[in-house]
């Protein structure tokens, strides 16, 4: 289902509060390969949280889709995969590795897996092992406090996981440190698996000196595509740029597609991509202090339109 050999699969990021439902088909239309959820904490889901379940839900575009889950222990996980079994529509199951978030980790979630490896492989052999899932996979960083990314491809190769993906910093590195491509090579060169390198790829430049300095079988976009989601379409086509009038066809679909997900509220929630849709545009401040005080949906779409045909 996903062609690793063609050595251009493009995925986008989870990112927890952007990555949702309405993002992720506005992008899908892109060329994007692969969608991921956001982060779906195992034992929400094991609580039967409806809030939870309503992040797993997927546009019908979205073929693969991948669930990432944070689990701190076999057990939970495998609570969480028995849950995600009886879901249709899911073609693998990612096992988060890399949030740094200090409430994440202080519940033995994320990036505390990386300092623990033989817990995160008992926790990939068990999704492995109970999921009937296509795909069991890792995202990861490139260590705790240290690098040691060669450690951790093998962990999860050998514990069964279908492919991974670097993001190029340690956890200490948060999201500001320097990405260290040559860290994600080491890892790509540790494995047969399949590799996928992510951190900082915001141009078709970038993305093209990633994919052949790291020899990685794809590629991971998150924050380069918020405000920006017509950059896949750049990557795939080879272009540097796109048409004004298309922008404004995407910001309108975007914003149509949240308030069909998510009522009322999703006038407001769609604020933030706004912020970064209208950035580096003319009269963006004046946009932006008017659309923070709107909640109404007619009167935002208007003002939407205004502003992305000037
Ligand atoms: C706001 C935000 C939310 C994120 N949420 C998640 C998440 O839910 N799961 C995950 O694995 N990584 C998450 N990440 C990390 C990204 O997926 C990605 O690894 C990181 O941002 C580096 O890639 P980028 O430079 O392309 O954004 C998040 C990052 C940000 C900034």
């Given at each position: 289902m996903i062609d690793f050999s063609k050595k251009d699969i493009i995925f986008l990021a989870p990112l927890a509060g952007y990555t949702d439902l309405p993002f992720r088909s506005v992008v899908k239309k892109f060329g994007v390969?692969?969608?991921?959820?956001?982060?779906?904490?195992?034992?929400?889901?094991?609580?039967?949280?409806?809030?939870?379940?309503?992040?797993?839900?997927?546009?019908?575009?979205?073929?693969?889709?991948?669930?990432?889950?944070?689990?701190?222990?076999?057990?939970?996980?495998?609570?969480?995969?028995?849950?995600?079994?009886?879901?249709?529509?899911?073609?693998?199951?990612?096992l988060n590795c890399g949030c740094p978030a200090p409430k994440v980790v202080g519940q033995s979630c994320g990036s505390s897996l990386l300092e623990d490896l033989p817990q995160l492989s008992r926790i990939v052999e068990t999704i492995k092992k109970y999921s009937n899932k296509e795909y069991t996979s890792v995202k990861t960083r490139l260590g705790f406090n240290e690098k040691y990314p060669d450690k951790i491809a093998l962990a999860c190769e050998n514990a069964g996981a279908d492919y991974v993906t670097f993001h190029g910093r340690t956890r200490a590195?948060?999201?500001?440190?320097?990405?260290?491509?040559?860290?994600?090579?080491?890892?790509?060169?540790?494995?047969?698996i399949p590799v996928i390198a992510n951190g900082d790829i915001t141009?078709?430049?970038?993305?093209?000196?990633?994919?052949?300095?790291?020899?990685?079988?794809?590629?991971?976009?998150?924050?380069?595509?918020?405000?920006?989601?017509?950059?896949?379409?750049?990557?795939?086509?080879?272009?540097?740029?796109?048409?004004?009038?298309m922008i404004k066809e995407i910001v309108l679909e975007h914003?149509?597609?949240?308030?069909?997900?998510?009522?009322?509220?999703?006038?407001?929630?769609?604020?933030?991509?706004?912020?970064?849709?209208?950035?580096?545009?003319?009269?963006?401040?004046?946009?932006?202090?008017?659309?923070?005080?709107?909640?109404?949906?007619?009167?935002?779409?208007?003002?939407?339109?205004?502003?992305?045909?000037?």
């Open positions: 390969d692969v969608t991921v959820s956001e982060m779906i904490s195992a034992n929400a889901l094991i609580y039967n949280s409806a809030r939870t379940f309503k992040m797993l839900e997927k546009s019908p575009m979205e073929i693969p889709y991948i669930v990432q889950i944070a689990a701190g222990s076999p057990e939970v996980a495998q609570k969480a995969v028995e849950i995600l079994n009886d879901i249709e529509g899911i073609d693998g199951i990612d590195g948060r999201y500001k440190s320097e990405i260290d491509y040559d860290a994600i090579k080491e890892a790509k060169d540790a494995v047969k141009t078709l430049e970038i993305a093209n000196h990633v994919k052949a300095y790291t020899g990685c079988d794809g590629i991971m976009i998150g924050r380069g595509a918020i405000g920006n989601p017509w950059l896949f379409y750049q990557i795939k086509n080879g272009l540097k740029s796109v048409k004004k009038e914003f149509d597609a949240m308030v069909n997900f998510y009522g009322d509220k999703g006038v407001t929630i769609f604020r933030k991509h706004l912020h970064t849709y209208s950035k580096s545009m003319s009269n963006a401040s004046l946009f932006r202090d008017k659309i923070n005080r709107i909640d109404c949906q007619v009167l935002m779409r208007e003002e939407i339109e205004a502003f992305f045909s000037q």
